[in-house]
């Protein structure tokens, strides 16, 4: 079993700044690719981030410039960083951590619990 537990949400005014953080802990081998998803009320759930086990990162479009996704493998962590944010960021934001359980697994994805991000114009 893998447990993924998130962190660094709140209350903040439009322009400023928050730093999210999602550790995996648990059955791990090696972690593969994660992610930062969204999700703000009456909507459905959005990829705002993602990283490749090797590094490679990509955003959508409403966060490019403004958010940093990044991974410390040492630690089984995933960060984001957001700046300059706006209250179109507000909502749940929930990290998936592709993990497998040995060596030659398949890579499965796992979801925490959330953490809400608001954001006050």
């Known amino acids: 079993q893998v447990q993924v537990v998130e962190s660094g949400g709140g209350l903040v005014q439009a322009g400023g700044s928050l730093r999210l953080s999602c550790v995996a802990s648990g059955t791990i081998f090696s972690l593969t690719n994660m992610a930062w998803y969204r999700q703000a009320p009456g909507k459905e759930r959005e990829l705002v981030a993602f990283i490749t086990g090797a590094g490679s990162t990509n955003y959508v479009d409403s966060v490019k410039g403004r958010f940093s996704i990044s991974r410390d493998n040492a630690k089984s962590a995933v960060y984001l960083q957001m700046n300059s944010l706006k209250p179109e960021d507000t909502g749940v934001y929930y990290c998936?951590?592709?993990?497998?359980?040995?060596?030659?697994?398949?890579?499965?994805?796992?979801w925490g619990q959330g953490t809400q991000v608001t954001v006050s114009p």
């Open positions: 998936n951590a592709g993990a497998r359980a040995f060596f030659g697994a398949r890579s499965s994805g796992y």
